[in-house]
C-alpha cells in the first residue's frame, strides 16, 4: 500500500497524549513523513502500524505499515508485491546489498557449524579470524585490539567504560548534534534530537557538549568559509575545558567523524586534526565513533582515514556484519589491557554467525572491489544531484548537498535558514512548504524508492548499497528528483 493511502487511514487511538514540542517519535530521525500521522490538533494520535498489528509498541516509530517480505541486492520487496529500491540499507547496515550471496552462506554454514559459543567461556574460530581480518583494515596499525558486541550502542558505551577506567578520568565531552544510541548511557551522549531522552532523566552526569562545525547548527552563513566554522568550534572546545570540565577531570572526546542523525556532515580534517591536539596536550582519549560513516560507507574504510587522524578508540558496528547484529571497538593493547578481566563481557557479545558474517564482508569488500564502486557511484550521485540543483525552481530549495562517499545528504531550505540570517537563497527559504524532507521522502516511497530523513533540519539521506550499479543509482536519483519537483508543484 503507498504511504499516502496509509497516511489517510490514521485515526485516534484511545491512548492520546499531549504532543511534545518535538512530536514524531524519531526511529533515528528517519522518515517525518509520518509526522501527519503522529500529530493531530496538537495531540500524538499513534502509529499507522498499531492498527495493523496492536501489540507492537508504537514507540518504535516507522515510516510505514508496510511488511518488507524478502530483500535481493538492492531491492526489497514487500508483503504486497511492490519491489522497493532501497537508498536505506536498514540505516547504513546492508552495506552490500539485502542477503548477499556469500555473507548469507557464510552465516548459514556457521548456523549449521556453531551459533553460541560464549566468549567468556572459550574462543570460537569467527571471533579469532575476524580479528585478523580487520588488524590490515584498521585507520591505524596502533588500533589492534578488539572486543565484539550486539549493538552499536553497547559498544559506545563500552567506549566510555574504557575511556574512565584507562585515564582514571570521568567527563565525557561530545558534540552538538551527535548521536551515539538510545540505551541509558548513549542517550545522555547523544545531542542531535531531544526526543531519544524525553521524559526519562536524569542521564549520565559527567557529559558536556561542544559545537560541531556546522553553519546551520551554529545560526551562521552558509557561506561561513569551513576554516572559521573550525576556529570557532576549537575555541568553544577550549572554552569547554576551561569553564565546564577541567582537563584532568576529562577522559574523552566522543566524535562522529561524519555527524549521522545530526544532518550528514563530514568534519572538516582540520577539525579532527585539532581535537587530536588537544587530546595530546592533555591526556585525554579521542574516541572516534565509526558505528555508521565506517566500513566503507565513505569511500574509504574508515572515514578517520581521511584526516589521517588516530583515534584512541573506534567504534564500529552497522555494515561490519551486513546485518548480522554485531559491534566492536578497537583500541591499542596499552589501554584495552587497563581494564580488569571479566569486566567487558556479554551474553551475546560476538556471537559466532554475525563473526561468521562479517568475515565474509571483509573478503567480498576485497573480491568486489567496492570502495572503488563506492567512488564511481559518489561522483555519479553528486554530479546528479548538483545538475539538479541548477533547475530554476529547485536551485532555490535544494540549499547543500554534502557527504562523502556514499553517505550524502540533501538539505532543503527551511524557514529556519532565513531566521538565522543565511545569506542562501534569501527570501526562497520561507517559501519552502512545511515537512519537505519527509514529503520527498513519502513521494519517493509512492516511487518505488526506501530514503529516510535526518536531524531537525530539513534533510534526506542517501545511503545506496555500497555495490549499487550505475543503472540502479541513476533510477534512484530520477526518483528523487520527480519526488522534489512534485513536492515544489504542490508547495
Ligand atoms: C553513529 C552511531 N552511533 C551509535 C549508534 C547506535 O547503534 P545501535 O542502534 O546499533 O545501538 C548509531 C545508530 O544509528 C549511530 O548512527
Same mark, same amino acid.
Given at each position: 500500500?503507498? @504511504?499516502?493511502?496509509?497516511?489517510?487511514? &490514521?485515526?485516534?487511538?484511545?491512548? *492520546?497524549?499531549?504532543?511534545? !514540542?518535538?512530536?514524531?517519535?524519531?526511529?533515528?530521525?528517519?522518515?517525518?513523513?509520518?509526522?501527519?500521522?503522529?500529530?493531530?490538533?496538537?495531540?500524538?494520535?499513534?502509529?499507522?502500524?498499531?492498527?495493523?498489528?496492536?501489540?507492537?509498541?508504537?514507540?518504535?516509530?516507522?515510516? !510505514?505499515?508496510?511488511?518488507?517480505?524478502?530483500?535481493?541486492?538492492?531491492?526489497?520487496?514487500?508483503?504486497?508485491?511492490?519491489?522497493?529500491?532501497? #537508498?536505506?540499507?536498514?540505516?547504513?547496515?546492508?552495506?552490500?546489498?539485502?542477503?548477499?550471496?556469500?555473507?548469507?552462506?557464510?552465516?548459514?554454514?556457521?548456523?549449521?557449524?556453531?551459533?553460541?559459543?560464549?566468549?567468556?567461556?572459550?574462543?570460537?574460530?569467527?571471533?579469532?579470524?575476524?580479528?585478523?581480518?580487520?588488524?590490515?583494515?584498521?585507520?591505524?596499525?596502533?588500533?589492534?585490539? #578488539?572486543?565484539?558486541?550486539?549493538?552499536?550502542?553497547?559498544?559506545?558505551?563500552?567506549?566510555?567504560?574504557?575511556?574512565?577506567?584507562?585515564?582514571?578520568?570521568?567527563?565525557? =565531552?561530545?558534540?552538538?548534534?551527535?548521536?551515539?544510541?538510545? /540505551?541509558?548511557?548513549?542517550?545522555?551522549?547523544?545531542?542531535?534530537?531531544?526526543?531519544?531522552? $524525553?521524559?526519562?532523566?536524569?542521564?549520565?552526569?559527567?557529559? #558536556?557538549?561542544?559545537?560541531?562545525?556546522?553553519?546551520?547548527?551554529?545560526?551562521?552563513?552558509?557561506?561561513?568559509?569551513?576554516?572559521?566554522?573550525?576556529?570557532?568550534?576549537?575555541?568553544? *572546545?577550549?572554552?569547554?575545558?576551561?569553564?565546564? /570540565?577541567?582537563?584532568?577531570?576529562?577522559?574523552?572526546?566522543?566524535?562522529?567523524?561524519?555527524?549521522?542523525?545530526?544532518?550528514?556532515?563530514?568534519?572538516?580534517?582540520?577539525?579532527?586534526?585539532?581535537?587530536?591536539?588537544?587530546?595530546?596536550?592533555?591526556?585525554?582519549?579521542?574516541?572516534?565513533?565509526?558505528?555508521?560513516?565506517?566500513?566503507?560507507?565513505?569511500?574509504?574504510?574508515?572515514?578517520?582515514?581521511?584526516?589521517?587522524?588516530?583515534?584512541?578508540?573506534?567504534?564500529?558496528?552497522?555494515?561490519?556484519?551486513?546485518? &548480522?547484529?554485531? !559491534?566492536?571497538?578497537?583500541?591499542?593493547?596499552?589501554?584495552?589491557?587497563?581494564?580488569?578481566?571479566?569486566?567487558?563481557?556479554?551474553?551475546?557479545?560476538?556471537?559466532?554467525?554475525?563473526?561468521?558474517?562479517?568475515?565474509?564482508?571483509?573478503?567480498?569488500?576485497?573480491?568486489?572491489?567496492?570502495?572503488?564502486?563506492?567512488?564511481?557511484?559518489?561522483?555519479? *550521485?553528486?554530479?546528479?544531484?548538483?545538475? &539538479?540543483?541548477?533547475?530554476?525552481? =529547485?536551485?532555490?530549495?535544494?540549499?547543500?548537498?554534502?557527504?562523502?562517499?556514499?553517505?550524502?545528504?540533501?538539505? #532543503?531550505?527551511?524557514?529556519?535558514?532565513?531566521?538565522?540570517?543565511?545569506?542562501?537563497?534569501?527570501?526562497?527559504?520561507?517559501? @519552502?512548504? !512545511?515537512?519537505?524532507?519527509?514529503?520527498?521522502?513519502?513521494?519517493?516511497?509512492?516511487?518505488?524508492?526506501?530514503?529516510?530523513?535526518?536531524?531537525? &533540519?530539513?534533510?534526506?539521506?542517501?545511503?545506496?548499497?555500497?555495490?549499487?550499479?550505475?543503472?540502479?543509482?541513476?533510477?534512484? =536519483?530520477?526518483?528523487?528528483?520527480?519526488?522534489?519537483?512534485?513536492?515544489?508543484? $504542490?508547495?
Amino acid at each position: 500500500m503507498a @504511504l499516502s493511502g496509509v497516511i489517510s487511514k &490514521f485515526k485516534s487511538y484511545p491512548y *492520546l497524549r499531549k504532543a511534545s !514540542s518535538n512530536t514524531a517519535p524519531e526511529h533515528s530521525g528517519e522518515n517525518k513523513g509520518r509526522d501527519k500521522r503522529w500529530e493531530k490538533g496538537g495531540e500524538v494520535v499513534g502509529d499507522d502500524r498499531a492498527e495493523r498489528k496492536p501489540n507492537f509498541t508504537r514507540d518504535a516509530g516507522s515510516c !510505514s505499515d508496510t511488511v518488507i517480505k524478502s530483500g535481493k541486492g538492492s531491492y526489497v520487496e514487500t508483503e504486497d508485491g511492490r519491489k522497493l529500491l532501497d #537508498f536505506t540499507c536498514g540505516i547504513a547496515v546492508t552495506n552490500l546489498g539485502h542477503c548477499h550471496p556469500k555473507v548469507s552462506e557464510a552465516a548459514a554454514k556457521q548456523c549449521m557449524t556453531l551459533v553460541h559459543g560464549q566468549c567468556s567461556v572459550a574462543f570460537h574460530n569467527p571471533y579469532l579470524q575476524l580479528i585478523d581480518q580487520l588488524l590490515p583494515l584498521m585507520p591505524h596499525p596502533s588500533l589492534d585490539t #578488539f572486543f565484539f558486541w550486539n549493538s552499536g550502542a553497547e559498544a559506545v558505551e563500552a567506549s566510555i567504560k574504557l575511556a574512565r577506567t584507562a585515564t582514571g578520568r570521568q567527563n565525557v =565531552i561530545v558534540m552538538q548534534g551527535g548521536y551515539h544510541g538510545r /540505551t541509558f548511557g548513549t542517550m545522555g551522549l547523544t545531542r542531535s534530537k531531544t526526543i531519544y531522552s $524525553e521524559r526519562v532523566g536524569p542521564l549520565m552526569p559527567g557529559v #558536556f557538549v561542544t559545537p560541531f562545525p556546522f553553519w546551520h547548527q551554529m545560526g551562521l552563513p552558509q557561506s561561513t568559509p569551513e576554516e572559521e566554522l573550525v576556529r570557532q568550534c576549537l575555541f568553544q *572546545l577550549d572554552m569547554v575545558l576551561k569553564q565546564q /570540565t577541567t582537563a584532568a577531570d576529562t577522559a574523552a572526546i566522543l566524535i562522529e567523524p561524519v555527524i549521522g542523525e545530526g544532518g550528514y556532515i563530514p568534519a572538516p580534517a582540520s577539525f579532527l586534526q585539532g581535537l587530536r591536539k588537544i587530546c595530546d596536550q592533555h591526556g585525554i582519549l579521542l574516541i572516534h565513533d565509526e558505528v555508521q560513516c565506517g566500513f566503507g560507507r565513505t569511500g574509504k574504510m574508515f572515514y578517520s582515514e581521511y584526516s589521517g587522524v588516530r583515534p584512541d578508540i573506534m567504534v564500529m558496528a552497522k555494515g561490519l556484519a551486513n546485518g &548480522f547484529p554485531l !559491534s566492536a571497538i578497537v583500541s591499542q593493547k596499552a589501554i584495552m589491557d587497563k581494564m580488569a578481566p571479566g569486566t567487558m563481557g556479554g551474553t551475546y557479545a560476538g556471537n559466532a554467525v554475525s563473526c561468521a558474517a562479517a568475515v565474509a564482508v571483509t573478503k567480498a569488500f576485497e573480491e568486489e572491489k567496492i570502495l572503488q564502486n563506492v567512488q564511481a557511484r559518489s561522483k555519479q *550521485l553528486f554530479a546528479a544531484l548538483e545538475d &539538479f540543483r541548477k533547475e530554476p525552481e =529547485i536551485a532555490s530549495v535544494l540549499i547543500d548537498v554534502r557527504g562523502k562517499g556514499l553517505m550524502v545528504g540533501a538539505e #532543503f531550505g527551511s524557514p529556519a535558514v532565513q531566521a538565522q540570517g543565511s545569506d542562501n537563497n534569501a527570501g526562497a527559504a520561507a517559501k @519552502l512548504p !512545511s515537512k519537505f524532507a519527509s514529503r520527498v521522502s513519502a513521494k519517493c516511497m509512492e516511487r518505488g524508492m526506501l530514503l529516510l530523513t535526518t536531524s531537525v &533540519f530539513e534533510v534526506v539521506r542517501f545511503m545506496p548499497p555500497l555495490n549499487i550499479s550505475e543503472a540502479d543509482m541513476r533510477k534512484g =536519483i530520477e526518483i528523487f528528483k520527480d519526488a522534489v519537483r512534485e513536492v515544489v508543484r $504542490e508547495g
